[in-house]
């Protein structure tokens, strides 16, 4: 019997969506290619709708929807899923890695309903940046082929947009951005200069705000930081017992939100939204770069870093 397709075949086979280089001006990779060994530029192919041409329209499209939303104080949840998140969606536990995310499988499964929601949600209202590469999308090998194949297949991007559309939500040209557009967005001059004089909140387990501070400084931008803490483990099962403790602590005026939650980002990002209609980013690895924190990502991020001067001149 032939195996039903996945969404994600589906996606490309309509062509409605495709894989395509995520080419990115000024982006310089090769520091991370250094840390992690050149395997990882095959993370350098992303998922792309049909409407978008290169990763710079992406950045641009990005920039126009979050700067609108700003002005017009429109709810923006704009949320990555990677590894951590796939596992967590499938209900396991190795979901457990640099964070804390969850105490137990059924701690997952009790809270699974809200984070469904959740992504209707965000899907309707804000932006979904799943990881999603050729490497992650590869299904399982059967038969003499599974014998065969010495490499390790991953699937797990594939399921995810399974998942998705099992449960009301879909990828359209409309509400999916590619994962790393985000951090290219967050650590580029238009976000920088976006926020300056704005009101940015962190929420965050932690925040130097001297390290925020010069961060943005060092790049010609003055934004007013607050600071929000949030619980550093388990806040993607225990966000409903936290929210209304938090969720007040956020000033009114606050322009936009950058957060930090692991896979609990998701459920902050999408009530943060739509209490201060507002946008909520979530920030992930950028975060621990404004807190000169890069340790706690385990080393450098794909698409956070740029070309010198000199390197884009030539």
């Avoid at 993370?43 to 979050?66: K, N, P, T």
């Avoid at 956020?250 to 939100?257: H, V």
């Avoid at 946008?279 to 340790?295: E, F, K, Q, S």
Wanted: charged share 25%; hydrophobic share 40%; glycine share 6%.
């Amino acid at each position: 019997m032939a195996k039903k397709p996945s969404y994600l075949d589906r996606l490309i086979s309509e062509g409605t969506f495709r894989f395509a280089p995520l080419n990115i001006k000024d982006i310089d990779n090769k520091p991370v290619f250094e840390v992690f060994g050149p395997g990882i530029a095959d993370q350098e192919v992303a998922l792309f709708s049909r409407e978008i041409s290169s990763g710079d329209a992406y950045m641009s499209r990005l920039h126009e929807i979050i700067s609108g939303a700003i002005s017009k104080r429109q709810p923006l949840p704009v949320v990555r899923f990677a590894d951590g998140e796939y596992a967590f969606y499938r209900g396991d536990l190795s979901c457990n890695g640099l964070y804390n995310q969850a105490e137990s499988v059924n701690a997952i499964r009790k809270i699974m309903p809200a984070h469904i929601e959740a992504l209707r949600k965000t899907s309707q209202k804000g932006q979904l940046a799943p990881l999603v590469f050729p490497g992650n999308t590869e299904p399982k090998p059967e038969g003499l082929l599974s014998f065969l194949k010495r490499k390790k297949s991953d699937s797990s991007a594939a399921a995810f947009l399974d998942f998705l559309k099992k449960n009301g939500s879909r990828l359209t040209d409309q509400n999916y951005v590619p994962f790393y557009v985000i951090y290219a967005y967050l650590t580029s001059a238009g976000f920088i200069s976006l926020m300056n004089g704005r009101k940015i909140c962190i929420l965050n387990s932690e925040c130097s705000m001297s390290a925020c501070v010069d961060w943005f400084a060092k790049q010609g931008s003055r934004p007013e930081i607050t600071f929000v803490e949030i619980p550093k483990a388990c806040v993607a099962t225990r966000w409903p017992e936290m929210r209304e403790a938090i969720l007040p602590q956020i000033p009114a005026e606050t322009d936009l939100c950058l957060v930090g939650a692991g896979a609990g980002a998701l459920l902050v990002c999408t009530d943060v939204a739509e209490r201060l209609s507002i946008p909520a980013i979530d920030a992930g690895h950028v975060l621990n770069m404004m807190n000169d924190r890069i340790d706690k990502s385990n080393g450098l991020r794909l698409y956070t870093l740029r070309k010198s001067q000199d390197e884009s001149a030539a």
